[in-house]
């Protein structure tokens, strides 16, 4: 597949030297939008501009959208004010306040500067919604008919008007005020006698979202009901947009790849790819937090300083390479707590309510698991440690004491795991920010108390 790509970017690559602009023309033609704007981002040259006035005007539209704020920046500058109107009249709503959004202050200007007057009282009506709201992420482009209509006039509507909206599959009925009171769909209507009406055959169990709703619960609600599109409504009910499944989509990757950045101990940065992202940008990105890590890792050492005259005085001091095991099994056995409760609070599996019947269910799998690996480590210390490696530090009472260790700090680090996501998300802090990094550095400083505390009580340290 990577040959292919890399032998069609050739090809035209070759024939724009040659100028054979009528063989581009023909090729363009045959592909996606999405894998012509692939070409145009790998093109990055001054005869970008070029090749896109080679694109039908509608599929220039939809080619343009699907580029990445770089190249849609190289293509502006090139364009004069003619083709900027020509792009900026095809796309829909969202699109172009997605395009605005993303360009610098003075392209801004100019995009809105050929938009028709209808268009930028649409988008700034859509950028006053706070980011990431259901707002921000809408189209107003919909098909609204009336209730009294009948299904012969609705179809008539909708080939007059359904050209310039995003998604015609479903239609949506409102009154004289814009109140959504019902949807019908393109295949009911077709269906339908001719002299039928709206209201008589018209869904009225509407499911909606506000314009003030999280943009991440409108994405979870695609996936809950099977939407292509999703009715916006204000607060007094009113019919103000539309979210269509590709924003839904978008949004879905969006949330899922600030989560992990989070999760990883990573400040959010741009939607770019990797290759795209300056190495300032991802130093000015991770920095903070391995800073923050830095300094909260210091109490571990703390932690060691304060029992190593005890350790070294009771010739205990061996009791230091069971370090990194206990903190590594902490750390991981919290990660995995902390993360799966991530996701179940990302998908509105369980909510902070449940948080006693997390910790039931943790605790049980903790003691499970602590059980478990202290079982196969007493062997490993016993058997092969004291036997094999001939250790003689290692004694059924030390033995005994790492076990131990082992089953406390695992349970610890499974209820801080489960719990701290869920004690976040209820004071309003996002619960991936309390995954691994954080996690493991708490849980660390808690299994060197547990491992000293119990060594000093049963080894007399």
């Not at 040659?18 to 790998?42: C, H, Q, W």
């Not at 004010?81 to 306040?97: F, S």
């Amino acid at each position: 597949m990577e040959r292919n790509t890399v032998s069609l970017f050739e090809t035209i690559q070759t024939l724009l030297d040659n100028k054979r602009y009528s063989t581009l023309r023909d090729i363009l033609n045959t592909m996606n939008p999405v894998d012509i704007a692939g070409v145009f981002e790998d093109l990055q040259s001054e005869k970008t501009a070029l090749l896109f006035r080679l694109l039908p005007k509608e599929t220039a539209a939809e080619t343009f959208v699907e580029m990445d704020e770089d190249t849609q920046e190289l293509l502006i500058h090139g364009f004069s004010d003619t083709e900027l109107k020509e792009v900026i009249d095809e796309l829909y709503v969202d699109d172009a306040v997605d395009l605005i959004e993303e360009m610098p202050a003075n392209v801004v200007k100019r995009i809105l500067r050929q938009a028709d007057p209808q268009t930028r009282k649409e988008i700034n009506e859509i950028l006053k919604y706070p980011e990431d709201s259901a707002g921000s992420i809408m189209t107003t482009e919909c098909v609204i008919l009336r209730p009294k209509m009948t299904a012969e006039e609705a179809i008539k509507r909708i080939r007059r008007t359904g050209i310039d909206k995003e998604t015609i599959y479903t239609c949506y009925v409102s009154d004289s005020s814009s109140t959504l009171i019902g949807i019908v769909t393109i295949k009911t209507l077709l269906l339908s006698e001719d002299d039928e009406v709206i209201e008589n055959i018209m869904e009225t169990n509407v499911i909606s979202v506000n314009t003030l709703d999280d943009q991440e619960l409108v994405a979870q609600m695609f996936n809950k009901y099977n939407f292509l599109a999703l009715p916006v409504v204000d607060k007094e009910n009113r019919l103000v947009g539309i979210v269509t499944v590709d924003d839904a989509i978008d949004v879905l990757e969006e949330e899922a790849t600030e989560d992990i950045q989070k999760m990883a101990a990573i400040t959010p940065t741009t939607d770019k790819p990797y290759d795209r992202i300056g190495v300032f940008e991802t130093y000015f990105a991770r920095i903070p937090w391995l800073l923050i890590l830095m300094v909260s890792a210091t109490f571990t050492g703390m932690i060691i300083t304060g029992y190593e005259d005890a350790l070294a005085a009771s010739s205990a001091v061996f009791l230091t390479a069971f370090i990194p095991m206990l903190m590594d099994t902490g750390g991981n056995s919290g990660s995995q707590a902390s993360v799966t409760v991530i996701r179940a609070l990302s998908l509105g599996e369980i909510e902070f309510k449940d948080i006693f019947k997390v910790i039931f269910k943790e605790s049980r799998v903790a003691l499970l698991c602590g059980v478990s690996l202290a079982v196969v480590n007493f062997a490993k210390l016993m058997l092969f440690d004291r036997l094999v490696l001939h250790n003689d530090h290692i004694t059924f009472l030390v033995a005994f004491v790492v076990c131990l260790t082992m089953v406390v700090t695992i349970f610890i680090a499974k209820l801080v795991g489960c719990t701290l996501p869920m004690i976040a998300k209820k004071i309003g802090f996002d619960p991936a920010v309390m995954a691994s990094p954080f996690i493991t550095t708490i849980v660390d400083a808690i299994s060197l108390i547990v491992y000293f505390g119990i060594a000093t009580a049963l080894l007399h340290i």
